[in-house]
T-cell receptor, first 111, second 112 residues
């Protein structure tokens, strides 16, 4: 699976949009971009994933650049409950491949 | 809907004692199953994953083993715990074709 690079930490004011970047310059054509988050003392939670096109669900939006070498997770209106470690993972979407987590970005949302 | 059960939530075990953590998934068939460990202040480390009954892949050599006796049951074991086995153990599942993964609530193991 391709490696990803994320900032160690970010801050965001409550109610503002949180934009979390991820670089994956060695991504292959059949690799998807996944985002998970882990709130303290809980198991990771799936947020969103995409291949080429931008994606949106009830939690977030995922913007993938045209060359697919980077992406941005957008939380449109961050709340205090969004404080967590956010992981960007690139992996092949086929049976038998594992999900490998990096160090992620610690997002701190404050009032 | 699918659910994942993992127990116990917390566990304190003496060094040298055995370990058995169980994870079960409901509402799906032939899931991929995973065991992860997170040491205090550290990242998530993949320990084992399984694509079917009796099929286990080990990612890291260690004092642990895993088994999958039934389609939706995944067990993490140790014959003799070490202090370094302390951590937060998480079970996860994903559909056979490996889209998103869903995690249990975890077991916090303290070896004393």
């Amino acid at each position: 699976d391709a490696k990803t690079t994320q900032p160690t930490s970010m801050d965001c004011a409550e109610g503002r949009a949180a934009n979390l970047p991820c670089n994956h310059s060695t991504i292959s054509g059949n690799e998807y971009v996944y985002w998970y988050r882990q709130i303290h003392s809980q198991g990771p939670q799936y947020i969103i994933h995409g291949l080429k096109n931008n994606e949106t669900n009830e939690m977030a939006s995922l913007i993938i650049t045209e060359d697919r070498k980077s992406s941005t997770l957008i939380l449109p209106h961050a709340t205090l409950r969004d404080t967590a470690v956010y992981y960007c993972i690139v992996r092949v979407g086929q049976a038998g491949t594992a999900l490998i987590f990096g160090k992620g970005t610690t997002l701190s949302v404050s009032s | 809907s699918q659910t994942i059960h993992q127990w116990p939530a917390t566990l304190v075990q003496p060094v040298g004692s055995p370990l058995s953590l169980e994870c079960t998934v409901e509402g799906t068939s032939n899931p991929n199953l995973y065991w992860y460990r997170q040491a205090a202040g550290r990242g998530l480390q993949l320990l084992f994953y399984s694509v079917g009954i009796g099929q286990i892949s080990s990612e890291v050599p260690q004092n642990l083993s895993a088994s999958r006796p039934q389609d939706r049951q995944f067990i993490l074991s140790s014959k003799k715990l070490l202090l370094s086995d302390s951590g937060f153990y998480l079970c996860a599942w994903s559909p056979f074709m490996n889209t998103e993964a869903f995690f249990g609530q975890g077991t916090r193991l303290t070896v004393v």
